[in-house]
């Protein structure tokens, strides 16, 4: 009894090991779907290697879209797109396509349906000298890893990767050479900054600098259109600014030949923006934030609405006295022979001369002495110097808002003897019981604390 029970265990057994084996064979995809390894545990063969050189066209089409490479002296294009476009992002489509591996599943396969190849999700159709390939994509494999695929007229099914089958249906705009005038931010020479409600910012390099002045970053970058002169930009500010030029990037593509400029605030834009370097000028005009991490914008050449990242574009919106030097006068001494300080009804006056002794070795500098005078007595040059880094160290505290007759309580007079403008004159105006208003040519964008100024003039007349 116990061996014949035996017997009949054993039977059953192999009846449903027959009956697994069979629906195996039927249903590739079920077993697939029970192990996300089929794809992995098959190595890649070759599904066609074509000469890339021969190929002119490359139709795809699909149920949901659907485009039209062409090739032109090494040069792809897309039918009916009249765009510039990124020839690497095409090429990253075409190329897979030319040398076209995968994972053999079914060399002769009898059931097309059952892999969605009897009605193609994707017809891939390559023609040109000599060609003419059509490959067929169906379903997605269970694993979401793969796309089954053969090629038209040929019954061997395929797995081939999601990458290469997703890359042919993207919209035409994925392919867009969208890449910005390249601006070197190294060679920057002109800034323009344009904001609604505000006066135009022009910060240019200024490229008469001596080598010492280029060496203590004097006036390297200059600012006008803001204020009555051209003022010194803060270097580190600048910094700042040329560092986000790399990252003014495209992001997306909003709309192309836009009828209504203005439900993208491009109508009135917030900030014109121009940059120039070298060789390359880049024009943008900014709307309204898209959302909150990003903003819409055109260039001035293209009819195209961008997207881009926001916080790119707030570095650019820059208020003039944030970037500004805020040195009222800031001059080499070397420049400088004689200062006056007109305060509290007493003039004190400086003076600075100069011996040179020429050089005893060809190619070396002459040696320059300076000597200092203060109302008419020797002062060591090296303690002068650091009373001129006081005098040349003040700074201005807020833009003037008031309108006021140039009539200084103090005056600092510097005679220059480098370049066309031989005097300058600084006056301190009373603008409050704390701050005088800084006049330049008789005119006054700032103010400065009277603390500032009085404590420089008393460390001067102590000066021994």
Request: hydrophobic share 35%; aromatic share 8%; with cysteine.
């Amino acid at each position: 009894m116990k061996k014949a029970k035996g017997i009949v265990t054993l039977v059953v057994i192999l009846l449903l090991l027959c009956g697994a084996y069979f629906y195996v064979s039927k249903h590739p995809k079920t077993v697939e779907k029970d192990s996300s390894s089929t794809s992995e545990s098959v190595a890649s063969v070759e599904v066609w290697k074509l000469d890339s050189t021969k190929i002119s066209k490359i139709i795809v089409t699909g149920t949901n879209s659907g485009n039209t490479f062409v090739k032109k002296a090494k040069v792809w294009s897309i039918e009916n797109y009249d765009h510039k476009l990124n020839q690497t992002a095409i090429t990253s489509v075409t190329d897979p396509l030319t040398n076209l591996t995968g994972t053999l599943v079914e060399n002769d396969a009898k059931d097309m349906k059952k892999y969605g190849l009897d009605k193609p999700i994707i017809n891939v159709a390559i023609s040109g000298t000599g060609l003419d390939k059509t490959l067929l994509i169906g379903d997605k494999s269970a694993d979401g890893a793969n796309y089954y695929a053969s090629e038209k007229g040929i019954k061997s099914v395929y797995l081939i990767p999601v990458s290469t089958v997703d890359s042919l249906s993207l919209k035409q705009s994925a392919y867009r050479d969208n890449t910005l005038t390249a601006i070197d931010a190294a060679s920057l020479t002109y800034m323009k900054i344009a904001q609604a409600g505000s006066s135009p910012i022009v910060i240019t390099k200024n490229t008469g600098l001596s080598a010492e002045e280029i060496q203590y970053n004097v006036n390297t970058w200059m600012l006008t259109g803001a204020y009555n002169v051209p003022l010194g930009v803060d270097s580190e500010k600048i910094t700042t600014v040329t560092a986000a030029i790399a990252n003014l990037v495209v992001s997306d593509i909003a709309e192309d030949n836009p009828k209504d400029l203005s439900k993208y605030g491009l109508d009135k834009p917030s900030m014109e923006l121009i940059l120039k370097d070298s060789k390359n000028t880049l024009h943008l005009f900014i709307g309204k934030n898209k959302d909150e991490s990003s903003v819409y914008f055109k260039t001035a050449e293209a009819n195209t609405v961008y997207i881009m990242d926001k916080t790119v574009i707030d570095t650019f919106k820059l208020k003039p006295f944030d970037v500004i030097s805020k040195f009222v006068y800031i001059v080499n001494i070397d420049y400088v022979d004689k200062i006056v300080v007109d305060a509290n009804g007493k003039k004190d006056i400086v003076l600075l001369s100069r011996t040179s002794v020429k050089a005893t070795k060809a190619g070396d500098p002459d040696v320059v002495t300076t000597n200092s005078k203060l109302n008419g007595k020797s002062i060591e040059i090296s303690k002068f110097k650091t009373q001129y880094q006081e005098i040349i160290g003040l700074t201005v505290d807020a833009e003037n808002d008031k309108e006021l007759k140039d009539k200084p309580e103090i005056s600092i007079t510097y005679s220059i003897n480098k370049g066309s403008k031989k005097q300058e004159v600084v006056d301190f105006v009373p603008y409050n019981d704390d701050f005088y208003a800084v006049f330049r040519d008789g005119k006054s964008d700032f103010v400065i604390t009277k603390d500032k100024v009085n404590k420089m003039i008393t460390s001067l007349r102590n000066l021994k």
